[in-house]
């Protein structure tokens, strides 16, 4: 069983039974065993951070109901930080649930992934940090006959039809 705190301060369990794939599923229409072994889940929940807090809140439910903590909520108290130490959690406790010669396949798939994610997100920084876009975009907007640098004109200067 996994854990994290959200941005409120409570601290949420995680933990993927039989049960709680069967509630998510249910409630957000994700199946976290068939679509993890299909490829796609890790891919999806890193996209998109809504979905993401969907499924970690189905997860959550039962903790949830207890302490009268709407999705509403849990949701408001989902952000920055919070939503990777959260899914962490989550995908930890995903590759724990399947058994031994899945779990490795998983596990090293779940491994892969967080290394090609840091190698693009350290070449899409050291790209931006840099002047080769600014200027691949200046060359072309030349190219075009477009004059780099200048500022469009303001929608007072052109003249009304």
Not at 8 to 30: C, D, M, N, S, Y
Not at 51 to 58: E, F, M, R, S, T
Not at 80 to 86: K, Q, T
Request: proline letters at 4%; one cysteine or more; charged letters at 30%.
């Amino acid at each position: 069983m996994k854990a994290f705190k959200d941005n409120a301060g409570r601290t949420w369990q995680i933990e993927i039974t039989t049960a709680a794939v069967k509630r998510v599923h249910g409630l957000v229409g994700v199946h976290l065993a068939i679509d993890t072994l299909s490829g796609d889940l890790m891919d999806r929940l890193a996209d998109d951070p809504v979905l993401l807090c969907d499924v970690i809140y189905a997860l959550c439910k039962p903790q949830a109901d207890q302490a009268g903590v709407s999705d509403e909520d849990f949701g408001r108290a989902m952000a920055g930080d919070v939503i990777a130490d959260a899914t962490d959690a989550l995908l930890e406790e995903v590759v724990g649930f399947f058994p031994k010669g899945r779990r490795q396949v998983v596990g090293q798939a779940l491994a892969k992934t967080r290394k090609l994610r840091g190698i693009a997100i350290d070449w899409a920084t050291k790209k931006l940090a840099g002047d080769e876009i600014e200027n691949e975009l200046k060359r072309k907007l030349e190219a075009a006959g477009e004059p780099s640098g200048s500022s469009p004109e303001s929608s007072a200067s052109i003249p009304a039809p």
